[in-house]
């Protein structure tokens, strides 16, 4: 700054905090400037530091640039360069800048550091305009431009700003200003449609915003000796009797003329405007406000005055520099023919002033250790240039002192004066902007300012988890399509959570626990809120986007919103490849929900299931086998449509060799009944039956299949009414049996005079009467619910009075064989469930019903032959097991052929054949097992017949008596018995009993063999 100053103290590298003002001394401005330069240096480096080398607030961005046809829009706000803060009160285009020269062109040349002073008498441009050789405006070249901001610190004294004065002491000339003057500027980059963006690195950019690497020393050195007696010795150093403080300032840097500096020995500060211009009227006299405060501090003859006005200042230019020859009064006459460029008024309008300067000169460079270069300022002040770069108005200052003889400079460790760079004029950079122009034509490529929150404004929403879940639709219950994991955000102001934020979740489709699509929901302390999401079981893809809420409303543009998405996973959406099936294929079919219903609608064989049904291909399964096999299908595919299924009058009787044969419905939703026709499936195949309700309403009846080579029965529930000789279900001569997850439930007739009974005697349970009936199949449907509610809402009276009944009934029926063990114990079991009043109602009658069936066992399960391979598992058999053939005799010796086969066997009279076939009963809950009546009778008469190879029964619940069991291998292991009397007999060459449990001494008879035995309870074998 070029103040009446006496020094600048600041030094950065000392670190200093603050200046201390102590009582009762002298007061200099160089503390008080101190001061201030270490409060900008903490205010100016804290900002870097918060903010970066250029920044802007988000929320009200300053500099924002706007093409507006020719000319480009500045808008209002503040942005922060280096530190600094540049303000921009009100919109302006880039040619109306506050403090940009009027007639001036925005564009800096290529590899220029400054913009040259607009021609002479110009006026302000409408448009950004270039001026060619002639200075002449026409449109800049077509190309990609850096709209950069570059602001510097402009001194102001009383010369540019009058009001500084205070008029009322009579304006004397107080304190100075520093300005942050900015300008908005172009630089061509590259040529039109190059890729630049905003961090391109562009050459004549670097050569810009370069910092200057030319450096300057200074010294005191003696001089000459004096001839005068009167002055300073040789050695005195500096020898001036004043204290000074030198200026040496960079007047051209090289770019038009040679590296040309001038120098004063006050700082420069001295200047003062111009009143009257040259030839007015003598050609070389020019009248100024004022010449100067004394006859030192004045202008005079033999100094140097620069003319400038606000142009040269503003675009960082140097005046012409003339040196005068005389003065008189506040007229100076000056030597035109030392003028170092252009008088011409035209290019001096805007507030024109002169400068003194002592001197100037051609800069010498010389290298820093060299000898020579050092150029004599006055009386012993020395100074020394280094090559390198300048620019126009860098300058150093150089305290020069009497009291010491010397100057006041910065020293190297050797004692030698140290090169320094300039101490300003600071310049500071920053891209604004990439522009195109063309046709003179403007287009914002990129913006490119950095812009910053403010520090209360960094609160903001972010994604936790929950986003991406899929799901299998429940079409049946919608609340069953809740996502397994919640929907999370999370509100955090930097690092630190924020409990109690309002966010606002909105579904697209679904709903919240609240029932609705929208629901708000609170932050925990942790910061972080969830919530369930039920999804819509029809709509594929939804949504559901989450808002941070602010003082209950929505901030548009302030918080970012955070997106979840999910989907239902559903067959329409899973891509089925046609290609090897021509027929989906001619059909179209793209997906596996498509491929399903097409193959639903088929009324053909062929491995093609077709439907049974109210709405499906065929009214009943007799019609539909009957007709597949007429029109020769080899592969027939049935489905039982959910509902309830009746048979013909015929039923079915079908023999039908090569047939593969398979039934299926829908669960317990599809029902087959049939009232006692016959259902034979003979000589087939192969025949899978799974997936239904198979009930005998009426006569004893069943389901035969017999010389067939693969059967498989899985997930049957088949019930009705069994005789002696006519097993519910009969497999004979098959190849290999399946049969498994089954459910068989038969009885006698003889059991249905035990329901009479039961109702007549203990009237309570009336209720389940019409559960016990055999026309309709209610029998064999699960108990309905009203049924279990009735009995269930009982109250105190009416539940003693049928423990009372129930009571009265086992004390008269438990020893007089009308009412067997099976039915007492069902109904001790429903009677400690109304006593204390336990749930499993439904469960007890359910046990009360099957009980009843049982006290007189009918015939389940008929297995005649020796097939290769039998397997029987996790089945409910509620009835005999008979193997071998028909066993339709009551006691197990009640005809002596048991006793008479074991006699036989003892003696090695029968001997038992390993048939290389296998019986396995694993995991069963069954009753008794016999052995064939024909079989048995002809194994005691001598003949020696098939038997099964092994016979292996594991993991089974057996709750009869009497059983019997035959083969050349026979292993009973892991079973549990519930025998009311001794177990039964058990016929092998060699038996194994491990691990089974009894907690009586019941007994099972081992014939034919030395068992092997261990860890079975209190199970007696013998």
């Known amino acids: 700054m070029k103040a009446d100053l006496t020094r600048l103290t600041y030094q950065q590298e000392n670190h200093y905090r603050s200046v201390r003002m102590q009582q009762g001394r002298v007061q200099l401005d160089a503390d008080w400037n101190e001061q201030q330069d270490i409060l900008n240096h903490r205010i100016e480096g804290e900002t870097v530091d918060t903010l970066g080398h250029a920044a802007g607030p988000l929320a009200k961005p300053g500099f924002t640039l706007t093409a507006f046809g020719k000319n480009v829009l500045i808008g209002a706000g503040r942005y922060y360069v280096e530190g600094i803060v540049c303000e921009n009160a009100a919109q302006v285009s880039m040619t109306t800048q506050p403090d940009f020269p009027a007639a001036a062109s925005p564009i800096v040349p290529p590899g220029a550091f400054s913009i040259d002073l607009p021609p002479a008498g110009a006026p302000r441009p409408a448009n950004i305009i270039v001026y060619d050789g002639a200075g002449a405006p026409q449109d800049p070249p077509d190309g990609v431009y850096i709209a950069y901001l570059e602001l510097w610190q402009r001194h102001l004294t009383v010369l540019e700003q009058p009001l500084m004065r205070e008029v009322a002491l009579g304006g004397p000339d107080t304190a100075t200003r520093e300005k ?52 300073l010795s040789p050695d005195a150093g500096y020898r001036r009797l004043e204290n000074q403080l ?31 211009w040259l030839g007015s009227p003598i050609a070389d006299e020019c009248e100024v406000d004022s010449i100067g405060r004394d006859a030192t501090l004045a202008i005079v003859a033999r100094c140097w005055l620069e003319f400038f006005d606000d142009n040269h200042e503003l675009l960082g230019l140097s005046g012409t520099l003339v040196r005068v020859l005389k003065t008189a009064g506040n007229v100076v006459t000056l030597d035109l023919a030392s003028a170092t460029g252009s008088l011409d008024q035209a290019l001096f309008l805007q507030n024109p002033r002169v400068r003194v300067w002592e001197d100037w000169g051609d ?26 770069s300048y620019r126009m108005g860098d300058y150093w200052t150089i305290p020069a002192r009497t009291a010491s003889a010397d100057i006041e400079w910065p020293r190297e460790p050797s004692g030698q004066s140290a090169f320094i760079g300039p101490q300003g004029v600071l310049r500071a950079f920053a891209r604004l902007a990439m522009l195109s122009a063309a046709g003179g034509t403007w287009s914002v490529l990129s913006d490119c300012r950095s812009l910053f929150p403010a520090l209360s404004e960094l609160t903001n929403l972010v994604y936790v988890g929950g986003d991406g879940q899929e799901i299998m639709p429940d079409f049946l219950d919608p609340a069953n399509n809740l996502l397994p994991s919640p929907l999370e955000v999370g509100v955090f102001n930097g690092q630190y959570p924020v409990a109690g934020a309002a966010l606002r979740f909105t579904a697209s489709d679904g709903f919240f626990p609240g029932g609705g699509k929208v629901e708000i929901a609170t932050t925990a302390a942790t910061g972080i809120a969830a919530i369930g999401w039920t999804l819509d079981a029809n709509v594929l893809d939804q949504r559901v986007t989450v808002e941070l809420l602010e003082a209950g ?22 891509a089925y490849d046609a290609s090897k099936c021509a027929d989906l294929a001619a059909a179209g079919v793209s997906n596996v929900q498509d491929a399903i219903d097409v193959l639903c609608t088929r009324t053909h064989g062929g491995g093609c299931c077709v439907t049974v ?11 539909a086998l009957r007709t597949l096999l007429e029109q020769e299908k080899s592969d027939i595919c049935i489905c039982l449509l959910p509902g309830e299924h009746h048979l013909g009058e015929s039923g079915i009787d079908q023999q039908a060799p090569g047939l593969k044969l398979l039934i299926h419905g829908a669960g317990r939703a599809s029902r087959l009944m049939f009232d006692g026709q016959e259902l034979n499936f003979l000589g087939m195949q192969a025949l899978t039956l799974r997936d239904f309700d198979l009930i005998n309403t009426g006569v004893p009846s069943g389901l035969r299949v017999e010389g067939t080579a693969q059967v498989q029965l899985h997930n049957l529930h088949i019930g009705g009414m069994s005789e002696p000789g006519q097993s519910l279900v009969r497999l004979s001569d098959a190849g290999n049996i399946d049969m498994r997850d089954c459910r068989l439930s038969t009885f006698q007739k003889s059991s249905v005079e035990i329901f009479g009974l039961v109702l007549a005697e203990i009237p309570l349970l009336r209720p389940l009467e019409r559960s016990l009936q055999l026309s309709g199949g209610e029998l064999f449907r699960p108990i309905t619910a009203d049924v279990v509610g009735e009995l269930v809402n009982y109250d105190e009276a009416q539940r003693r009075e049928l423990i009372k009944t129930y009571e009265l009934f086992v004390r008269k029926h438990s020893s007089d064989g009308v009412v067997t063990t099976n039915a007492l114990r069902a109904l001790s079991e429903l009677a400690e469930t109304v006593s204390t009043r336990m749930g499993g109602m439904a469960q007890a009658l359910d046990n009360l019903r099957t009980g009843l069936m049982l006290n007189t066992p009918g015939f389940a399960l008929m297995l005649g032959g020796t097939p290769a391979l039998a397997s029987l598992s996790d089945n409910q058999i509620n009835g005999r097991l008979s193997v071998y053939g028909e066993s339709s005799g009551g006691d197990i ?24 076939c296998a019986l396995r009963i694993r995991n069963n809950e069954m009753r008794e097992m016999r052995l064939g009546d024909e079989w048995l ?71 034919g063999n030395v068992a092997e035995k261990f860890g079975n309870g209190a199970l007696n074998i013998v």
Not at 372 to 384: A, N, R, S
Not at 553 to 566: D, E, I
Not at 613 to 623: A, H, I, R
């Open 180 to 231: 942050t003057l900015w300008q908005v500027k172009l630089l061509r980059a590259g040529e039109p449609g190059e890729a630049l963006t905003c961090l391109s690195d562009v050459a004549d950019w670097n050569t810009l915003t370069a910092p200057p690497t030319g450096q300057l020393a200074a010294r005191a050195e003696p001089g000459s000796p004096p001839k005068d007696p009167c002055l």
């Open 246 to 276: 030198y200026r040496v300032e960079i007047h051209d840097d090289g770019s038009q003329t040679s590296l040309r500096y001038k120098w004063s020995r006050n700082n420069g500060f001295l200047a003062s405007k111009v009143v009257r």
């Open 363 to 388: 800069m010498t460079l010389a290298a820093p250790g060299a000898a020579g270069g050092w150029v004599e300022l006055e009386d012993g002040v020395e100074i020394k240039f280094t090559s390198g």
């Open 553 to 574: 409303q929505t901030a548009p543009g302030k918080f970012a919103s955070v997106h979840f998405s999910a989907r239902l996973l559903v067959a329409a959406q899973v």
């Open 613 to 623: 049904g109210k709405e499906g291909s065929f009214p009943t399964l007799d019609v």
């Open 893 to 916: 010796n009640e005809d002596g052929r048991i006793n008479a086969l074991r006699g036989r066997v003892q003696t090695g009279a029968f001997r038992i054949r390993d048939g290389r």
């Open 937 to 1007: 009778r002809q194994s005691v008469e001598g003949n020696t017949n098939e038997s099964y190879g092994t016979l292996i029964a594991e993991g089974n619940t057996m709750v009869g008596y009497q059983t019997q069991m035959l083969a050349f291998d026979l292993a009973l292991c892991h079973n549990v018995l519930h025998p009311y009397q001794d177990v039964g007999t058990v016929f092998a060459t060699q038996a194994k009993y491990l691990g089974n449990f009894a907690h009586n001494d019941f007994r099972i008879f081992n014939v």
